[in-house]
């Protein structure tokens, strides 16, 4: 879903670069995304940025919002991610709430425990990884784009590969979780892979 506010998605002319996470896995995975584009890539939390609150409902709300933020910040272009899984039993929840469900520690071996409990008994494990990217101007241009990856709960977690629910999330027609994966195979089917495809098609020239 390219920015609105023109007809064609805007392009990203290179230089210096600002990754809008202070989550050490989701950096290292977008900063891997975009290695090949030989780009200056720094992070907020290297830039030493503060954290806006997330106040959107969507996760291309709160991407957008991260993005600007960053922007606004160090007046640099941003590449924001939002992104969190949508459980189909818990009605989409925890949703654009799953950093919420680790608490202010980032506990998420707890987090996917509450995960476990919630869906305790339910017969459906059916569950789904989306990410919302944003690339953002200065002026406050913003051009988003939006992955998923369909897939089930597994309990126990299976593997250390990965952040987050990754141990958790077994992806359709997969035989290891998130967490089993390397870096690779994931990066080849992930949902901010889907979105980050999306985002050089329409922003960064071949």
């Known amino acids: 879903m390219a920015g609105a506010s023109q007809q064609f998605p805007r392009q990203f002319d290179g230089g210096q670069l600002i990754v809008a996470s202070h989550n050490e896995g989701k950096v290292a995975e ?12 720094v992070s907020a939390a290297s830039l030493g940025l503060a954290e806006p609150e997330e106040t959107g409902t969507s996760f291309v709300e709160n991407a957008e919002l991260k993005a600007r933020a960053a922007c606004l910040a160090a ?7 939002d992104s969190g899984l949508a459980i189909a039993a818990l009605g989409g929840a925890p949703g654009i709430y799953s950093a919420r469900w680790a608490g202010p520690s980032k506990d998420f071996a707890a987090a996917m425990r509450r995960v476990e ?22 002026e406050g241009h913003c051009e988003t784009f939006e992955g998923r990856v369909d ?17 958790i ?21 992930s949902h901010r892979a889907s979105a980050f495809r999306q985002l050089i098609s329409a922003c960064f020239r071949s």
């Open 169 to 189: 999330f077994l992806p359709t027609n997969a035989t290891e979780t998130f967490g089993e994966m390397d870096p690779d195979s994931k990066h080849a089917i």
């Open 75 to 81: 007046d640099l272009p941003a590449l924001a991610d």
């Open 117 to 138: 409990d919630a869906v305790a008994g339910q017969r459906n494990r059916d569950a789904r990884f989306i990410c919302a990217l944003s690339l953002s101007w200065p």
């Open 30 to 41: 977008i900063t891997a995304l975009l290695a090949p584009f030989g780009l200056d890539v």
């Open 151 to 167: 897939g089930t709960l597994v309990w126990p977690p299976r593997g250390n590969h990965g952040f987050g629910y990754d141990p």
